[in-house]
């Protein structure tokens, strides 16, 4: 029996960008952005370092997936990570048979219709007599 290797999809834990760091990740690219691969006019564009991979995909926070980018092009690119990341959550929920059941048991709390101790079938929220 072959079984089915799942994908971690933690988030790893982010460090505190220091300046230093920062122009580590300034220097490594020279001042292109990451994401665009246009230059960064540090002095006019406002500009971040973004992880590569991100974090919440199982990026780690290290300079090698760090560097600078627009803050436009990291708003983007933010927003499609949480969304495959969301994704990736709910299929592992999935597979590993956490999510609620889809189909509910029958006779439930949620169903139209009630099994008395006798064995009888009746609709929920009708009151029967003990003799019927």
Known sequence: ??????????????????PHRRLQ????TGGVCVLCDRTIDGARER???????ALELGG???????GPAHEA???????DDHR????AKRQKIQHIGADEP???LPFGKTSQ???????RIVPRGIRVEPGD
Do not use: Y
Not at 60 to 66: F, G
């Open 25 to 28: 990740a300034w220097e490594k």
């Open 1 to 18: 029996m072959s079984f089915v290797q799942v994908d971690n999809v933690r988030t790893t834990p982010r460090r505190k960008l220091t």
């Open 60 to 66: 780690l926070d290290d300079l090698e997936n760090m």
């Open 47 to 53: 500009w971040i370092v973004e992880h590569i991979r």
């Open 113 to 119: 219709w009630k099994r008395k101790v006798s064995g």
């Open 73 to 79: 092009c990291a708003s983007v690119k933010t927003r």
């Open 84 to 87: 495959r990341a969301a994704r």
């Open 102 to 104: 889809r189909r509910p």
